[in-house]
């Protein structure tokens, strides 16, 4: 007497069940959209844009070899920055130089009168590190103290903004 055979597919040929347990197996695999995995975020939309925000990414950087981008992190940003408008203050012309730098920043003012200029050092991350009075025209930062950074230079006279620069220490 035979042995009665205990499949599942009975009747079913090898290349049908083959299909058959294909679909079974790719059906648990659905397409998902972008997901993030951080320690906190949120995304927001008015009539006027949007923002999405995550906190939480140790590691983020941009590599750029000629008109290709590779950006790396959570938050891929889709603006483009297509002009600056410089504050113009009449009568006062400045130099920040060199940068980038190595050991010392230099500031020089040119201008039709007396300004009581103020300069300001930040961190990337907005803390003041510096705050110093301009008494000449010409002003010396000495930058080997701080570390291999982008720093953010603000040139104010009173409350007013006359120019901010970012620095960069080598």
Known sequence: MKQKQRFLFRGISFIQRGLITFCLLSSGAAIHAQEVVSTAGSHGETTSGSLSWTVGEPVVETITNGTKTLTQGFQQSKLTVTAINDLKVSGIELSVYPNPTNSFLSIEVKTDKQRDLLLSLFDINGKLILQKKMIENKQTIKM?????????????????EIRTYQIVKH
Do not use: S
């Open 144 to 160: 080997q103290n701080y570390k291999p950074a982008t720093y953010i230079l603000k040139v104010t006279e009173g409350n007013k």
